[in-house]
């Protein structure tokens, strides 16, 4: 299963951007979405994720930033509002769930997207 996301970009603080991904392949089921990101020198952490239960965010971005997704579409978008320096960062998708390898086997993946940077500017 494949990964490509898009909709990173330059922005000023306080500006908005949309993140999009969408998985494709012989996906059977998706039971899980989620952004991550990696701020320059620092550690990859999880943003938000979504999945049948729910949605759950990064302390830091609670209030500005909102997961969703399009399960017809195979697609989960970010919106980020009220950007701040701190939120540069190169972001990634990740999916995982269930796919079709034969006709007997459905086998779990767990997917990245390329990554996508967001600078933003104070």
């Known amino acids: 299963v494949q990964l490509q996301a898009s909709g990173g970009g330059l922005v000023q603080a306080g500006g908005s951007l949309r993140l999009s991904c969408a998985a494709s392949g012989s996906i059977f089921r998706i039971n899980n979405m989620a952004w991550y990101r990696q701020p320059p020198g620092k550690e990859r952490e999880l943003v938000a994720d979504?999945?049948?239960?729910?949605?759950n965010y990064a302390d830091s971005v609670k209030g500005r930033f909102t997961i969703s997704r399009d399960n017809a579409k195979n697609t989960v978008y970010l919106q980020m509002n009220s950007l701040k320096p701190e939120d540069t960062a190169v972001y990634y998708c990740?999916?995982?769930?269930?796919?079709?390898?034969?006709?007997?086997?459905?086998?779990?993946?767990?997917?990245w997207g390329q990554g996508t940077q967001v600078t933003v500017s104070s």
């Open positions: 990740n999916v995982r769930g269930l796919y079709i390898r034969d006709k007997n086997h459905i086998p779990g993946f767990h997917s």
């Open positions: 979504i999945n049948s239960g729910g949605s």
